[in-house]
């Protein structure tokens, strides 16, 4: 090993960080599309994560569907269904039934073998 | 989420800071990322692999790793960039491994362009090639660390870090490294127009 030897290699070291080898085509890009992707992923972890969860728009939807539903039912129940808003306000009995006159159908007759 | 950026991190470790920031949602930090820490990916992933398309692979898969543990990263335990040496250099020496069972060591890249036919191009390609072949013939440790000391110009402490041994054993490598190289290069000057270099 002469010393020419040596400095011929410090010059390869030379070339090779003055020139160091070119992405290919398109690396960068796929890197970024990576990444951003990733972050998009990190963040859905988040209140996105319990959007998902529940099902999303589709399902929100619904959700309030049912809720405005069961709201009106209440405040202008159909008038097969007893209007419990009004008796719970009037304190009227909301028993839509009289217990006693239909034994037959509580508790099986359970009730009155328990006395 | 244990990564908070602090002006320690922005002068110890800027990329760490970026890091935080990319976490946080922040799609130019990403970018700033990408550019500053692909190409020293590529280029140990390309000098230890010899091979363009596994190191672009290699670069990818690395920086894959990166954007996922961004969340949990954890500031002055090690620099972005030292981690992400860590895991190219692992990356290769498992793809290393792989080629050892099947593909022979010598399939290297094709020089660059046949088309550039200037002498001075010819020349230089010439001498990539010849320090790449060299490359590939070194054990792979002693080449993992001549490339991250002669090439990526890192400090001993740092490739320590990277290669997950102590600093003596890099000097060694380096330098065990080196003696392989001048080795195997020698007898190559004239070829390689040292002898009356005019570039």
Known sequence: ?115 | MSFDASIDDVVDDPDAALLARYAQGDAAAARLLTVQLSPRAFGHAFRVLGDRSEAEDVTQDALMRLWKIAPEWRSGEAKVSTWLYRVVANLCTDRLRKRRGGVPLEDIAEPADPAESAEAKLQRGAREDALQTALDALPERQRQAVVLRHIEGLANPEIAQILEIGVEAVESLTARGKRALTALLAGQREALGYEDDKT
């Open chain 1, 1 to 115: 090993m002469t010393k020419p030897d040596t400095d011929m290699l410090e010059t390869l070291f030379q070339d090779a960080r003055a020139a160091p080898p070119a992405l290919p085509d398109g690396l960068l890009d796929r890197i970024m599309a990576d990444a951003l992707a990733q972050q998009s992923n990190a963040r859905s972890r988040g209140w996105r994560g319990i959007w998902q969860a529940i099902g999303g728009a589709p399902a929100f939807g619904g959700l309030v569907a049912a809720t405005a539903v069961g709201f009106w039912i209440g405040v202008a129940p159909p008038s097969t269904l007893p209007d419990i808003a009004t008796q719970i306000i009037t304190g009227a009995s909301y028993a839509a039934l009289d217990d006693t006159a239909t034994p037959d159908l509580t508790a099986f007759g359970w009730d009155i073998d328990e006395g």
